[in-house]
């Protein structure tokens, strides 16, 4: 097996956090996104036809792009730690925020990037900075509903630290370093959870690999 991806990447690095969980080692290669790297027609034709990374190709020559859907497939593989929960009921729980993780938060954080920095000005065809500016706002709405949700539980989906935790701090990492979109100080349970995967070991470890490839 073999990992396309560009480390950092807020969706890659979902499935570079959920390999460390999971101590998961895998030969990868980085793809110059900046230069259309994952645009390319041999790109297109070979690993992915819409596009992007991450991409897992498997020994068999298949091609699984998809973030969540390479998680799945590792999880598959490697089921402990479980990420994508044990019941039915845990499972459909966690399956439940990483949804909404991914509709109300990352789609929002990508309308930021793509209409309201300069880095992305090639990517649409006309950026629209209202609507960089009303995804803002949505996404600073988005960290408020998640401190209010977070009153009775230590992760996003439950007591147990989850996929959904890493769509929602992969993102918010993003948004944070990226986009300057910082938690505000008063969302004092959603810092001290940003915080704590941010010093978890597999969070630690998956930087330092990153960094060790000359990724920053
Ligand atoms: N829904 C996809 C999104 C993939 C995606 O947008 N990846 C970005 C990196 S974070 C990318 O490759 N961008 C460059 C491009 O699409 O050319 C997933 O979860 O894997």
Same mark, same amino acid.
């Given at each position: ?57 498997? +020994? ?9 859907? =390479?998680?799945?497939? /590792?999880?598959?593989?490697?089921? %402990?730690? $479980? ?68 009153? +009775? ?9 989850? =996929?959904?935790?890493? /769509?929602?701090?992969?993102?918010? %990492?993003? $948004? ?41």
């Amino acid at each position: 097996m073999k990992l396309y991806t560009y480390p950092m990447g807020p969706n890659p690095r979902r499935v570079h956090l959920f390999m460390a969980e999971k101590g998961i080692e895998l030969p990868w290669e980085k793809v110059e996104l900046m230069n259309g790297g994952a645009r390319s027609p041999e790109f297109l034709a070979k690993r992915n036809p819409q596009g992007g990374v991450p991409v897992l190709e498997l +020994d068999d020559g298949t091609h699984i792009a998809e973030s969540v859907a =390479i998680c799945r497939y /590792l999880e598959a593989l490697h089921p %402990e730690p $479980a990420l994508f929960g044990r019941t039915p009921k845990e499972q459909a729980i966690i399956e439940m925020w990483s949804r909404r993780i991914e509709q109300r938060l990352m789609m929002p954080t990508g309308m930021v990037w793509i209409h309201g920095s300069p880095l992305t000005r090639g990517v649409v065809p006309k950026q629209i900075p209202e609507m960089a500016e009303f995804s803002r706002k949505v996404v600073q709405h988005y960290y408020g509903f998640l401190e209010a949700q977070m009153a +009775d539980r230590e992760f996003i989906a439950g007591n147990t630290y989850s =996929i959904a935790d890493i /769509l929602a701090f992969t993102t918010i %990492e993003f $948004a944070v370093r990226l986009l300057e979109l910082p938690i505000d100080a008063s969302h004092t349970r959603l810092s001290a959870w940003y915080a704590g995967v941010a010093a978890r070991p597999a969070t630690l470890q998956a930087n330092k690999e990153a960094e060790k490839a000359g990724v920053p």
